[in-house]
């Protein structure tokens, strides 16, 4: 079973719509949560972490974390054809020190 | 503020050339971490590294690959001896000293390298 798990996508949605990218992890005490933005060809860029269960908004992206669950999301709102790339879930996991452990990714894209 | 920094972008070896790439962190970050992005793959742990100490190298290969982040100059990943198979993106990771597994770890552009 994988760590970290996300649909490859890709997610297709219009001009000006919500994205919601999700991903679920296998270890029920991983500790912090982070999701990169990873254009073609280009290094993963940081959009959020979270590290508590609920919401935390930055202007037009919300992350989402149910630990109970073993889910974390993130809500792109008013989403823009800049928008469109990789997005990266990772963890870090209780027994694992700093590594971050990355879902595959899933692939956005925005259409005008 | 000069974010982290990586050399060679891209390198090209033949096989069984050493590839050796360099990482410089961010200013103030004293915790260095490489993972390796194959072709159409995601983002592998290889090694986390503090200054002149490695402290996880659970991800490295066992032949071939070492790194070291030395007291002076930037950390090196090296490659001896390389294969087709070692073709992929490798970047380089920084974060402040704290080390604490909240830290936000920021990536560098990265070195693709190619063994023909």
């Known amino acids: 079973q994988k760590e970290v798990e996300q649909n490859s996508g890709p997610l297709s949605v219009p001009e000006g719509a919500i994205a919601s990218l999700n991903c679920t992890y296998s270890d029920r005490v991983s500790q912090s949560f982070f999701w990169y933005r990873q254009y073609s060809g280009k290094s993963p860029e940081l959009i959020m972490s979270?590290?508590?269960?609920g919401d935390k908004e930055d202007g037009r992206f919300t992350a989402q974390l149910n630990k109970a669950s073993q889910y974390v999301s993130l809500l792109i709102r008013d989403s823009q054809p800049s928008d469109s790339a990789t997005y990266l879930c990772a963890v870090t996991l209780w027994n694992a020190g700093n590594m971050l452990t990355f879902g595959g990714g899933t692939r956005l894209m925005v259409k005008p | 503020n000069a974010g982290v920094m990586q050399n060679p972008r891209h390198l090209v070896r033949r096989r069984g050339q050493e590839a050796r790439l360099r990482c410089s962190p961010m200013k103030g970050h004293s915790h260095v971490y490489w993972y390796r992005q194959l072709p159409e793959e995601g983002l592998k742990f290889m090694v986390y590294l503090q200054k002149e100490n490695i402290i996880d190298e659970s991800g490295m290969p066992k032949e071939r690959f070492s790194a070291e982040f030395p007291k002076e100059g930037p950390s090196i990943l090296r490659i001896q001896q390389v294969v087709r198979g070692d073709s992929a993106a490798y970047f380089c990771a920084s974060s402040p000293w704290r080390g604490a597994s909240t830290d936000t770890q920021y990536f560098g552009p990265g070195t693709r390298l190619t063994v023909l």
């Open positions: 979270i590290y508590s269960n």
